[in-house]
């Protein structure tokens, strides 16, 4: 049955990355015991396949260039069952999140619906604030 489970695993992740924890998971939905999928993943780990490391950094830089802010990423990548190390350092080797929220800004104006944009796409107060403001100062001077 490991092997069924090994086979299972190499199928979903043709398809896309996943973490380790996401694709037990999924493994665990498909019925396999927790003996075959720890086979699995520890096969696909230990060959390269399935990396955490590269799939945290990927993730978060896949959701960085779609707006997302650091506490989005964070997220989204805990419920993936990322470790936190990890997700501190995908996060880390980042553009700053202040620099990502001003280039927004820029894109979409100075306004309140983008600073409401800004807080729903994970962004620091701080930062929608400062980035805000930053844009109202560059018009003015």
Not at 33 to 38: I, K
Not at 40 to 53: E, K, P
Not at 62 to 69: D, F, I, N
């Amino acid at each position: 049955m490991a092997e069924a489970a090994f086979e299972s695993a190499t199928r979903l992740l043709r398809h896309r990355d996943f973490a380790a924890a996401d694709l037990d998971r999924r493994l665990a939905d498909r019925g396999f015991d927790e003996a075959d999928r720890a086979t699995a993943i520890a096969t696909l780990t230990r060959t390269g396949v399935l990396d955490d490391c590269r799939f945290a950094t990927d993730r978060a830089r896949s959701l960085a260039a779609r707006g997302a802010g650091d506490r989005f990423i964070e997220h989204d990548l805990a419920g993936a069952g990322i470790a936190r190390e990890l997700i501190e350092a995908a996060v880390g080797g980042l553009e700053p999140e202040s620099e990502r929220a001003r280039m927004v800004v820029a894109r979409r104006g100075a306004s309140p619906k983008t600073a409401r944009y800004l807080v729903g796409k994970g962004y620091s107060e701080d930062v929608v604030r400062t980035a805000v403001a930053h844009s109202d100062d560059e018009r003015l001077g």
